[in-house]
C-alpha cells in the first residue's frame, strides 16, 4: 500500500530472460526462445515484515488522520472497533484527491482494495482476505486499459496469468503454480498474431517451444528439458527460408551445424562440427558443396 499502515504492495515483473541461441560462430540467428515467457521466471517475493500499525488513535469510532500544518488535509479516515480497523477505510493525498479504499476486519485486509492514479483512473484492483492477497488482482495503465490479471491464493501467485499490450491486445497468457510458470504459456506480438508457445515445469522451460513471427510465419522450432535447450534447433527468415539448423546437448551445440544466407547458400565460415559446444571441424566435404 502507500505509507497507511498497511502491507507494502507487491510488485511482479513482466520481462522474460533471454537464451541465447547461438548458430555457428557468430551467426546472425534468429532471436533466441527465453527460459520463460512472460512474466520472467522468477522465485516467489521475499516475505517481508508488515508494517506494525501506530497506537490507535480511537478505540471505537471513527479515526480521522490529517496532513501534518493543514487540518483541512484529510489523509486517512475509518472505523475502529476495540482498536482495530473495522470496515471501510479511505487515503488521500495532499490536494484531497482519493488514493485507496480498502476494507478491513479485526485490523485484517479483507476484501476488494483499489488504488487510484492522481487522475482518478483506477491504478489496481486486488482481493484480500485475511491479511493476504488472495484471489483476482489487476493492474491498470492510467489510459484504463489492463496491464496486467494475475490470482493469489493465501499471499501467493497461484493460477491463471493474463499480461497485455498497450493497444488492449492479450500480449501472455499461463498458470502459476506456488509462484512458479507452469504447463503451457502462449505469447501474442501487438497485431494479435502468436509469438511464443510452449510448456514449463517449476518455471523451466521443457518440451518443445515454438515462435513465429508478427506476419504468422515460423521463426523458430527449439527443445528443451528441464530448462536447458535439447535436441534440434531450427530457425527461418521471415519468408519462410531456413536460416540456422542444428543440435544441442544440455544447452550445448552438438553435432553438425548449418547457417544459410537469404537467397539459400551456405555461410561455410559459420558452419560446422561441434562437440559440448565447441567447433571441432568442418562439414562434412560432400555437405559442404553450396545450398
Known sequence: MLAMNTRPRLCLWLAAAALGVAACGNDPAPKPVPQ?????????????????PPPAAVQDGTETEWY?????????????????????????????????????????????????FPSGQKKTEKDWKDGALSGL???????????????????KLEGLFTAYHP?????????????????EWKEWHPNGMLARQGSLIGGKNDGKWTLWYDNAQLSQTVEFKE?????????????????VRGQFEADK??????????????KL???????AGKLTGPLPPEQAGGK
Open 137 to 155: 488482482s489487476i493492474q491498470y495503465a492510467e489510459s484504463g486499459t489492463k496491464v496486467e490479471e494475475k490470482h493469489y491464493a493465501a499471499g
Open 68 to 116: 501534518p500544518g493543514d487540518a483541512r488535509a484529510k489523509k486517512a479516515e475509518g472505523q475502529r472497533k476495540a482498536g482495530k480497523r473495522e470496515g471501510s477505510w479511505t487515503w488521500w493525498d495532499p490536494t484531497g484527491r482519493i488514493q485507496v479504499v480498502g476494507q478491513f476486519e479485526a485490523d485484517k485486509e479483507t476484501g476488494t482494495w483499489i488504488e487510484y
Open 36 to 52: 520463460a515467457a512472460l512474466p520472467p521466471a522468477a522465485q516467489p517475493p521475499k516475505p517481508q515484515a508488515r508494517p506494525v
Open 269 to 275: 565460415d559459420e558452419c560446422g562440427v561441434f562437440a
Open 167 to 183: 493497444n488492449g491486445q492479450k500480449a501472455a497468457e499461463g498458470y502459476l503454480q506456488q509462484g512458479l510458470k507452469t504447463g
Open 227 to 243: 530448462g536447458l535447450k535439447q535436441g534440434e534447433f531450427q530457425g527461418f527468415f521471415r519468408d519462410g527460408k531456413p536460416q
Open 253 to 266: 551445440k552438438a553435432g553438425e551445424w548449418r547457417v544459410w544466407t537469404p537467397d539459400g547458400s551456405l
